[in-house]
């Protein structure tokens, strides 16, 4: 996709400020700091749309993008922060869930996962829950740029089977640093979204 036009569209705390348009949605979770708003970033050739932080915890809020006026990307707040409370985790989830069981225009959850570790319990939980739903998804490990060509191959193996994928899954190895994956997941996300 060329992506002639994005922007940001609202903060949502409340289902009631969804967007009402109907456009095709993409959702994108995983553990805090794993890269989803910079993926946002590479994937719409924009430096600081989405607004990223080495501090983990940055996206509290559903944040809606919209591209070219055909689809939405919909960075949630990331989990497995550490620093926040019981009480904050359990509203979260239900956020989360609310918005991920009920949208009839969301097509696809792309669920990132960090390519240098083996993926958490949390991220088990949440590839097993996405399927259980049946929610299109695809696996994005990020951060290739982290760790020599020569390993890629092993910790992609890791990383698969550590989520049980079956063989002809949706994954892409990826990098907010040089681009890496971002044609393969443009093109993925047109066949998702039948453009
Ligand atoms: P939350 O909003 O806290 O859930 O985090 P997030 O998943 O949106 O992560 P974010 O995009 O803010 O990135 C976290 C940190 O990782 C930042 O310092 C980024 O610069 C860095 N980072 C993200 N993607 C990559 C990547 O592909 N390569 C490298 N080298 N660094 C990355
Ligand atoms: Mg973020």
Redesign the pocket.
């Known amino acids: 996709m060329k992506v002639n036009q994005s922007e940001f569209i609202i903060s949502a705390v409340s289902p009631s400020q969804y967007p009402q348009d109907a456009l095709p949605e993409i959702a994108l979770a995983?553990r805090?700091?794993?890269?989803?708003?910079?993926?946002i970033n590479r994937m719409l050739g924009r430096r600081n749309l989405?607004r990223?932080?080495?501090q983990?915890?940055?996206?509290q809020t559903l944040n809606f993008y919209l591209i070219n006026q055909d689809l939405y990307f919909v960075?949630l707040?990331?989990y497995g922060?550490a620093k926040v409370s019981q009480e904050q985790r359990r509203k979260w989830g239900q956020f989360i869930e609310q918005y991920l069981t009920n949208r009839e225009s969301l097509k696809l959850l792309l669920l990132?996962i960090d390519s240098r570790h083996e993926p958490s319990k949390d991220d088990l939980l949440m590839y097993d829950w996405v399927r259980h739903i049946g929610l299109p998804i695809a696996v994005v490990a990020?951060?290739?740029?982290?760790m020599p060509r020569s390993q890629w191959q092993k910790h992609v193996k890791v990383v698969k089977e550590t989520l049980g994928m079956p063989k002809d899954d949706p994954f892409f190895l990826?990098?907010?640093?040089t681009g890496m994956g971002k044609e393969e997941l443009w093109s993925h996300i047109e066949q998702a979204i039948g453009y």
Request: aromatic fraction near 6%; avoid cysteine; proline fraction near 6%.
């Open positions: 995983g805090s700091n794993v890269g989803k708003s910079s993926l989405a990223t932080s080495s983990p915890g940055k996206t960075d707040p990331g922060y990132l990020t951060k290739a740029d982290k990826f990098s907010s640093e």
